[in-house]
């Protein structure tokens, strides 16, 4: 009986809800919105990993073609390291907008990310693109409560609140029909707009699969789906505790607007401001000084270099470098790799520290606001979230150093000390490094750098249920 009670609460509630045209022309104007996003997001993202796999493939071919050469010289040559991005990313575009997506890698020196979409784009791309994922978060929650403000609120000022709990419904009940019926219309949206993100997430793999990356799609859909259920909860609870339509109807545009908008950008700026990070070019002027502290690897008269060479002479019992039985400058180029990587690696983790307590901050803010939670988790599934930009450097540094410390290697062991010999090495050895392959994280990384995301949102569902339980015990009629 009960469940029959709430089962017809919400089929009026849909009833009523298709009388009004205005619904239909703002769900057709979302549905369209939908289809652009997802059409958008199939160019973006085929647009972007064939340039990669171009000039990922033209980059390797390049090195290839080298020819004989001083492996040093090869080292400074350099390389470049792309990123491709994951089928999810067709959905939630994250920052991957603005952050680069290729990384040029040379010896005793390291680049950041360039070529980003913004770098190439016109000012509208700051307001933010259309995605999948801005559709589900924040525009259906505001459909949601055009939907829902005058669910409860309405019956108390027809008078018809007190024939229906005068019949035997209860609050609870009441509410949970009213819940049940908001999201069975929300649901004519979101359920097509998972089907077609489901089918082309297959079709941008092939039909071919992997665990890691189903479970990401698994939870996307899910925290989406419990994500529009709370706002659905939210409009009923806030209609219920109005004494009219109209009340409820700026409450809930209040509560969107600092969900959405205020809170995300107020706790950015704020963060920033608390924890404030060095300049790009205060940045790079640390590195250069602490660099210059432990000498130049490439000047002989350097009293660091000059030390290392006399121990060498006297370990090896020799009055002259061109007398080592490997090639000096190739030792001191490895020395000299090894310490400028050390000295970036400790000034960049300085900076992630700075960088891990603004995002720390803004995902704190999650407790009190779930669409903070929800972007977070969502960029995060996606791999379009700041922690996988970071992850893209640290791969394309680990890269780096490999492949410059491989050129020195070769210099030691193929390059003589008499400069009466010729200096070069045979291309074929340019074979011997390994084209760069970018990984995204893994579910296991994405949950464990998401897990406030994840447990705000739980907290909210228990929050909510707490709330409609107390309310079903408090609420008048009149």
């Known amino acids: 009986m009960s469940l029959h009670a709430e089962i017809l609460i919400a089929k009026h509630l849909k009833q009523a809800v298709f009388k009004n045209k205005a619904v239909y022309i703002i769900t057709i104007f979302i549905g369209i919105l939908l289809l652009y996003a997802a059409f958008s997001g199939w160019i973006n993202y085929t647009n972007q990993n064939e340039t990669s796999e171009k ?23 350099g390389n470049f390291a792309f990123r491709k991005s994951t089928p999810l990313s067709v959905f939630e575009f994250g920052m991957e907008p603005f952050f680069g997506n290729a990384i040029f890698l040379e010896a005793h020196k390291q680049n950041t990310a360039n070529f980003s979409e913004a770098g190439f784009s016109n000012s509208m791309l700051r307001f933010g693109e259309i995605s999948i994922a801005m559709v589900l978060q924040i525009l259906l929650p505001l459909l949601i409560f055009f939907i ?11 008078g018809t609140l007190k024939l229906l709990l005068s019949q035997g419904i209860s609050w609870k009940q009441l509410l949970v029909g009213k819940i049940s019926g908001i999201a069975s219309v ?6 097509p707009a998972i089907i077609i993100l489901i089918f082309m997430w297959l079709l941008l793999q092939n039909f071919t699969i992997s665990a890691d990356e189903t479970i990401k799609m698994l939870l996307f859909v899910v925290f989406h789906f419990i994500y529009l259920l709370f706002f659905c909860a939210i409009a009923v609870l806030i209609s219920a505790s109005s ?5 409820a109807l700026v409450s809930l545009i209040g509560i969107w607007l600092v969900f959405t908008i205020i809170l995300p950008r107020t706790t950015q700026a704020i963060g920033a401001f608390i924890y404030e990070a060095p300049s790009k070019i205060q940045f790079n002027s640390n590195i250069e000084k602490d660099i210059l502290k432990q000498g130049d ?12 060479k006399d121990s060498l002479l006297r370990v090896y019992k020799v ?35 700075i960088y891990r307590k603004q995002n720390r901050f803004s995902k704190t803010v999650s407790f009190i606001n779930p669409y903070i939670a929800m972007k977070n988790l969502s960029m995060g599934l996606s791999n379009t979230d700041y922690d996988s930009y970071i992850d893209f450097q640290k791969q394309a540094e680990a890269y780096r150093y490999k492949m410059a410390q491989k050129m020195n290697a070769l210099q030691i062991k193929y390059i003589s000390n008499n400069k009466d010999k010729p200096a070069v090495i045979g291309k ?19 949950l464990k ?3 406030i995301s994840v447990i705000s949102i739980i907290l909210w569902i228990g929050v909510l249920f707490i709330f409609i339980k107390t309310a079903a015990k408090n609420l008048k009629a009149i």
Request: glycine share 4%.
């Open 428 to 446: 074929e050895h340019w074979a011997d490094v390994q084209e760069f392959q970018y990984e995204p994280k893994g579910i296991w990384d994405v």
């Open 148 to 158: 829902g403000f005058n669910s409860v609120a309405a019956e108390r000022e027809n």
């Open 449 to 451: 750098s998401e897990i």
């Open 55 to 77: 000039y990922q493939h033209e980059s390797r071919e390049d090195w290839l073609k080298n020819p004989d050469k001083n492996p040093h010289r090869m080292a400074h040559y």
């Open 186 to 191: 929300v649901m004519l949206l979101f359920i």
């Open 243 to 247: 004494k009219t339509s109209k009340k």
């Open 297 to 308: 690897s490439h000047n002989p008269n350097d009293v660091h270099y000059k030390a290392i």
């Open 319 to 353: 009055d002259s470098v061109q007398k080592l039985p490997f090639n000096y400058s190739g030792f001191i180029m490895t020395e000299g790799e090894k310490i400028s990587s050390t000295i970036y690696n400790k000034h960049l983790e300085d900076l992630l520290l």
